[in-house]
C-alpha cells in the first residue's frame, strides 16, 4: 500500500470517530433527564469538595482557648505575689474577714485547708474536714494562713461556721449568720451569747460572703436550704457585703474536667452548673468560682493551685470593692456601724 493510501485510511478513521462522538453527544443529548441527573451529580460533587475545603479551614484556623495561658507557673506566681502584697483601702481593718458558708459536706473547710496548703508548700489539713451527713464545724472558728512554714502571716482571715442543712431545727440558723455578718458574734464564737459584741466596729464585721456549694448536687438542693441561702443573700446585700460563690467538687461533676483540669472553664456542663448556682443565690455569673480542694492528697498540683489562688485573688477584690465603696461614701468605721 503506498504512503499515500495510508494517510487517507487514517484520515477516514478520523472522520469516522468524530462523526461517532458527534452522533452519541446528540442521542446523550436527546434525553434530558439524564443530562438533569449528571448536571446535578456534578454540582453535588463541586457543593461537598467546596465545603470540606471549608470546615479544613475552620478546623486549622480554630482560635486557642482564651484560658489556655491561665495554668502555667509562671500564673501561679503571679498570684502567690498578689496576694502577699495585699493591704486593705481601709486604716479601720487589717485583715478581711472572710465567711465561709454553705450546705454541709460542700467543702468549706477544705477551702481553708487548701488555701493554707498553697501557701505552706505542701498539703495541711488544720481544719477538720470530712463526708459525715452533719456539719463537723461545731459553731464558729477564725482561722488565718501564714506564709511558709513559721511565715509571715497573711492579711485575712476566715471565718468557718457549722453547714447549712435543709431543716430549721438542724445546723447554724440564718439568724445567726446575720448576726455574724454584722459583727455581733466574734472570732472562735462558742454559743455563748455573754461573749457576743455589743457594739462592732468595721473589723468585727464580714467584709466577703463566700457561699460554698457542691457542683454534684446544685440542681438538686431542696428548698427549705434554696430560702436559707435567699435569706441570707438579701440581708447581706442590704448591708452591702459583697458574696461570692465557690462551686466545688467540679472535678467529680464533670469526667472531662476530672480527666484534665484546664478544662474546668470550657466544659458546658460546668457552666450550665454556675449558671444555676448564679440564679439560687442571686449573684452574678462572674461571682460563681470553679474550684477543687485539696483533701487527701500528698503533693500540690499546680492546676488545683491556680484555680484556688484565683479564687482567693477575687475574694479579696470584692472586700476591696466594699472598703471602697465606704471610702467614697466618707463613711466612718462608727457611722457605717450604726447603719448597719
Not at 479601720?92 to 488555701?115: W, Y
Not at 439568724?175 to 458574734?185: A, T
Request: charged share 25%; aromatic share 10%; with cysteine.
Amino acid at each position: 500500500m503506498s504512503l499515500s493510501s495510508v494517510h487517507t485510511c487514517h484520515r477516514g478513521l478520523s472522520q469516522c470517530r468524530i462523526v461517532i462522538v458527534t452522533l452519541s453527544l446528540f442521542r446523550f443529548l436527546s434525553h434530558p433527564y439524564r443530562v438533569l441527573g449528571y448536571c446535578s451529580l456534578f454540582f453535588s460533587v463541586l457543593y461537598f469538595i467546596t465545603i470540606e475545603k471549608s470546615n479544613t479551614v475552620h478546623v486549622t484556623s480554630f482560635p486557642p482557648s482564651p484560658v489556655s495561658h491561665l495554668f502555667m507557673s509562671r500564673v501561679r506566681t503571679e498570684l502567690l505575689d498578689d496576694i502577699k502584697k495585699y493591704q486593705t483601702l481601709t486604716d479601720d481593718v487589717e485583715e478581711p474577714r472572710i465567711l465561709l458558708t454553705g450546705q454541709i459536706k460542700a467543702g468549706k473547710s477544705s477551702f481553708f485547708n487548701s488555701v493554707n496548703s498553697v501557701f505552706k508548700g505542701y498539703p495541711i489539713f488544720q481544719a477538720a474536714a470530712c463526708e459525715k451527713e452533719t456539719s463537723v464545724t461545731k459553731y464558729c472558728r477564725t482561722y488565718t494562713v501564714t506564709d511558709s512554714k513559721g511565715g509571715k502571716r497573711l492579711p485575712f482571715k476566715f471565718c468557718d461556721i457549722m453547714g447549712l442543712e435543709p431543716y430549721n431545727d438542724t445546723g447554724i440558723l440564718v439568724k445567726d449568720i446575720i448576726s455574724l455578718i454584722s459583727g455581733y458574734i466574734p472570732d472562735n464564737y462558742k454559743g455563748v451569747w455573754e461573749t457576743c459584741t455589743k457594739q462592732p466596729s468595721l473589723a468585727d464585721k464580714v467584709h466577703c460572703i463566700v457561699y460554698i456549694i457542691d457542683a454534684n448536687v446544685a440542681s438538686l438542693l431542696v428548698e427549705e436550704l434554696k430560702k436559707k441561702f435567699e435569706k441570707i443573700h438579701e440581708e447581706a446585700h442590704r448591708l452591702g457585703i459583697p458574696q461570692v460563690v465557690l462551686l466545688t467538687k467540679v472535678d467529680v461533676a464533670c469526667p472531662i474536667v476530672e480527666k484534665n483540669l484546664t478544662k474546668v472553664y470550657e466544659s458546658r456542663y460546668i457552666k450550665e452548673k454556675v449558671k444555676q448556682v448564679s440564679e439560687i443565690v442571686g449573684v452574678p455569673v462572674s461571682c460563681v468560682l470553679p474550684v477543687r480542694n485539696y483533701w487527701c492528697e500528698t503533693e500540690l498540683d499546680m492546676k488545683v493551685d491556680i484555680l484556688i489562688l484565683k479564687a482567693l485573688q477575687t475574694i479579696l477584690r470584692q472586700a476591696d470593692a466594699f472598703f471602697d465603696e465606704i471610702k467614697q461614701r466618707g463613711t466612718s468605721s462608727k457611722s457605717l456601724c450604726n447603719f448597719m
